[in-house]
């Protein structure tokens, strides 16, 4: 059984930057698709990013689209979210996911493992 432990999280100013890890262990990655999730208060959590297993396909929300970058090493069985610009509004917990399967998709019910989370703050 896989888990999911995401680091990298912390308070920032607007404009600055963050990277995100999601370290899995208990198993290799193995032909899964990864996605970066976050939750506001008060909010349902909503999809940010994913990236097939070859890291050929990619797919972002159209609020973080040209600032955050989704990665991942195999080797090391980790992803990666690079969080540039950042705005007040990027404010939440931060939610690694695996979905078994080589498809790339936005919704949460698609993915069975999740992590802890890691709070992101950004003030302005």
């Known amino acids: 059984q896989v888990q999911l432990v995401e680091t990298g999280g912390g308070l920032v100013q607007a404009g600055a930057s963050l990277r995100l890890s999601c370290a899995a262990s208990?198993?290799?990655?193995?032909?899964?698709?990864m996605g970066w999730f976050r939750q506001a208060p008060g909010k349902e959590r909503e999809f940010v990013a994913a990236i097939s297993w070859t890291s050929t396909t990619t797919y972002y929300a159209d609020s973080v689209k040209g600032r955050f970058t989704i990665s991942r090493v195999n080797g090391r069985n980790t992803v990666y979210l690079q969080m540039n610009s950042l705005k007040p509004e990027d404010t939440a917990v931060y939610y690694c996911a695996l979905r078994p399967g080589t498809m790339v998709v936005e919704h949460t019910s698609q993915y069975n493992t999740w992590g802890q989370g890691t709070q992101v703050t950004v003030s302005s």
């Open positions: 208990g198993r290799t990655l193995s032909y899964d698709s």
